[in-house]
């Protein structure tokens, strides 16, 4: 089963990595990855669902089948190690924006609200 990306629009596709074109000739930091969302963590899957603009409130067994591609990271998000790992408090903060299929794509930078004033 392929499966998609959780940012609405986001284009990419979860596939074996010997099937996606160039993959295995890239660098391993340069590989698109997919990273499963921090169901155990409910302060920081918050964050990564008002990222993708889903309810927060999400049954977790819905949660635990969405991924969100490694375009939606930072490059300091991810741990130096040889795989392509997230960061413990990492948050998905890069977004591009889809405005109609085949045009460019910028990528920028969402804001978030990490806790309210008191």
């Known amino acids: 089963m392929v499966r998609k990306c959780a940012f ?3 284009p990419n596709r979860e596939k074996l990595t010997s099937k996606r074109k160039g993959a295995l000739t ?3 930091n340069e590989r698109l990855t997919f990273h499963r969302f ?3 963590d409910r302060e920081r899957l ?3 669902l008002l990222a993708v603009q889903r309810d927060v409130n999400l049954p977790i067994n819905s949660v635990k089948h969405m ?3 490694s375009e939606h990271f930072s490059p300091d998000d991810f741990k130096s ?5 997230l960061n413990k408090g990492a948050v998905p903060a890069l977004f591009e924006h889809y405005s109609h299929p085949g045009l460019h794509r910028a ?3 969402v804001p978030f609200i990490t ?4």
């Not at 190690?81 to 790992?85: D, H, I, K, P």
Request: charged residues 20%; proline residues 19%; positive net charge.
């Open 8 to 10: 609405p629009g986001c």
């Open 38 to 40: 921090p169901s155990n």
């Open 81 to 85: 190690t040889g795989r392509r790992l």
């Open 107 to 109: 990528k920028v930078p």
């Open 67 to 69: 991924k969100l591609c």
């Open 115 to 118: 806790s309210s004033p008191k």
């Open 46 to 48: 918050n964050l990564w």
């Open 26 to 28: 890239l660098p391993q």
